[in-house]
């Protein structure tokens, strides 16, 4: 277990009393970066966008931030890495910049377990935006096991075809908590033969990183995956970071997603030819946010000190490389801490014959969160009785509306508890007691 005794210290929130176990849609902010946040604003300034000593400072600092997220998931370099506002829209980037690649009668393989932030743009490209072009292209849904919550590779296998430009799948379901086989995904991906215009033969692999990249060792190298979207906000940031990971060699052939600023090679707009700026400025349109950006790092390597030993900096503020052997380590201390606490949640809530709890009964085979519905009582109901006894939730369908459809669940919601570094097995005990008392 991590030592969550001296993690919880730097947390205001946890401070003022707060059980928190909604961490899946956003986790807390440390003091170290709110501190930060203060610090950076004496030189407070814009990137790429002046001389003066605190423009330079800050751009650096900026720019030495994409090397940080770039190692976290050992990509190559930070050209690798693209910055948006959240998940959600790295993967709009992926679908707009790919968009006129698009053939008539090729299709998209996705899942019936996506956050809908990973279905609704192909449901976008395929049936609102292609079709105006006089484009076909079908959107296909893999299904899962209802019992097990496992992704049917079977199933997927009998979608992709010669025509898959693209197979979109999700790392880990933030509904049914299911940790997904990307290295299985990736190898139907690959032996599709659907022709891209590289001449390679294959699928594009794209992962939805947003429940994996904060809780797990995810190396994209060794995954050999196209592209992999997540959001800072669930790895201890503020809000307002997405990242991007593509392979250079597609993202240098691919459209901008955004038009205007700092995408654009210096000096060279004329009516007749706009070229674009390198990677990764190619992608970053308009003033990023950049101070949103500097924390997102600074999260990354206080995420590794906290799972290494709370009590030592060795990588916050510090400029050193991130070594592949404390990454490794720090990610599995993660991922074995959130695997005892929702070892403990399936355990107490599965002993309550009311519930149903959706995805793996074995823990090692999820992420750290549970969600459940109750035969007499709403979810919605729970969790307001939850927030009542003072444990957050979430009731809904976490906008994995096509899964909770997939049930037939009326409404199309459960009641999720998920859980991050801060929590303790006591959080885990209180929140899922509380759940018996709501539901008594
Ligand atoms: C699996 C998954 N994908 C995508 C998202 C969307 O993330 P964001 O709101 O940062 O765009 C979430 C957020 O809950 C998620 O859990």
Redo the contacts with the bound molecule.
């Keep these: 277990m991590l030592r969550t005794k001296k993690i919880r210290k730097f947390f205001p929130a946890i401070k003022a009393g707060r059980i928190i176990s909604n961490n899946?849609?956003s986790t807390q902010v440390p003091v170290q970066l709110l501190d930060l946040l203060k610090k950076l604003v004496v030189q407070y300034d814009n990137v790429h966008r002046g001389q003066s000593r605190s423009s330079l400072i800050t751009t650096e600092k900026f720019e030495a931030s994409y090397d940080t997220i770039a190692q976290f998931i050992n990509a190559p370099s930070r050209k690798n890495i693209i910055l948006f506002r959240?998940?959600?829209e790295a993967i709009n980037a992926v679908m707009y910049s790919l968009l006129t690649e698009f053939k008539d009668g090729d299709n998209v393989v996705t899942t019936f377990m996506e956050?809908n932030?990973?279905y609704v743009p192909w449901y976008g490209l395929c049936k609102e935006i292609l079709p105006k072009f006089g484009v076909k292209v079908e959107c296909r849904l893999a299904k899962f096991n209802k019992e097990t919550g496992e992704l049917d590779l079977e199933h997927l296998k009998s979608l992709v075809d010669k025509r898959t430009k693209l197979v979109c799948a999700?790392g880990a379901s933030?509904f049914l908590g299911t940790i997904n086989p990307l290295k299985e995904i990736k190898a139907i991906a690959d032996a599709s033969g659907y022709l891209q215009p590289s001449g390679e033969a294959r699928s594009y692999v794209l992962i939805?990183g947003?429940?994996i990249v904060p809780n797990m060792l995810i190396d994209v190298r060794e995954l050999d995956i196209d592209f992999l979207a997540w959001?800072f906000?669930k790895m201890l940031a503020p809000f307002g970071v997405?990242a991007l990971y593509g392979k250079e060699e597609l993202l240098v052939k691919m459209k901008p997603f955004l038009y205007g600023g700092d995408m654009i090679a210096e000096g060279q707009v004329s009516p007749e030819k706009v070229a674009f700026n390198s990677l990764p400025w190619k992608f970053t349109a308009g003033t990023p946010n950049i101070l949103g950006t500097i924390l997102s790092a600074q999260a990354i390597r206080l995420l590794i000190d906290f799972a290494l030993d709370p009590r030592r900096h060795k990588y916050f503020l510090a400029d050193n490389k991130l070594e592949a052997a404390d990454i490794k380590k720090a990610m599995a201390e993660i991922k074995a801490h959130e695997q005892a606490l929702v070892g403990e949640a399936l355990k107490i809530l599965g002993s309550m014959p009311s519930l149903t709890i959706f995805g793996p009964k074995d823990p090692t085979r999820r992420t750290s969160l549970v969600a459940f519905s109750c035969q007499d009582k709403s979810p919605f109901a729970i969790a307001e009785g939850l927030s009542k006894l003072g444990v957050e939730s979430r009731a809904g369908c976490h906008?994995a509306t096509l899964a909770h459809h997939y049930y037939k669940l009326n409404p199309p919601a459960s009641c999720r508890l998920s859980f991050y570094i801060y929590n303790d097995l006591e959080d885990v005990d209180r929140a899922c007691w509380a759940v018996k008392k709501c539901i008594n």
Excluded: K, L
């Design positions: 899946a849609a959240n998940a959600t956050h932030s990973n999700v933030n939805d947003a429940q959001s906000h997405g906008c």
